[in-house]
């Protein structure tokens, strides 16, 4: 099993920016996904990049064009820049990871996932 580890948290105000960062051991080897818990709400899907080398994405319509998922095999990381953040992106951030080449945005789908970071919008 991978040790994901997320960093890049913390408290930003409304329209700035946050990157987040996904780091374990041969991440390059697996498909990444990021997702997010509000809070009193359910985890949802946010991000997904493909191991292939296409580098597929997929983004949720509700960050499309603000958030950008991206990756570095030489680092074995996966970043999530999050542009423009608004106060309804509060939520603890999760990476997970799958060993099959596409993205999916179903929990069950991943298998391995990092303990999660705070991200808090306010002002």
């Known amino acids: 099993h991978l040790q994901l580890v997320e960093s890049g948290g913390g408290l930003v105000q409304p329209g700035k920016s946050l990157k987040l960062s996904c780091s374990a051991d041969?991440?390059?080897?697996?498909?990444v996904g990021w997702f997010r818990q509000a809070p009193g709400k359910e985890r949802e899907w946010v991000s997904c990049?493909?191991?292939?080398?296409?580098?597929?994405?997929e983004t949720a319509d509700s960050v499309k064009g603000r958030f950008i998922i991206s990756r570095d095999n030489v680092e074995n990381t996966v970043t999530l820049q999050m542009d423009s953040v608004e106060p309804g992106d509060t939520g603890v951030y999760f990476c997970?990871?799958?060993?099959?080449?596409?993205?999916?945005?179903?929990?069950?789908?991943?298998?391995?996932w990092g303990q999660g970071i705070l991200v808090t919008v306010s002002s």
């Open positions: 990049i493909s191991y292939s080398s296409s580098g597929f994405t």
């Open positions: 997970a990871a799958r060993s099959g080449p596409a993205c999916r945005s179903s929990d069950s789908d991943f298998e391995d």
């Open positions: 041969h991440l390059r080897f697996h498909t």
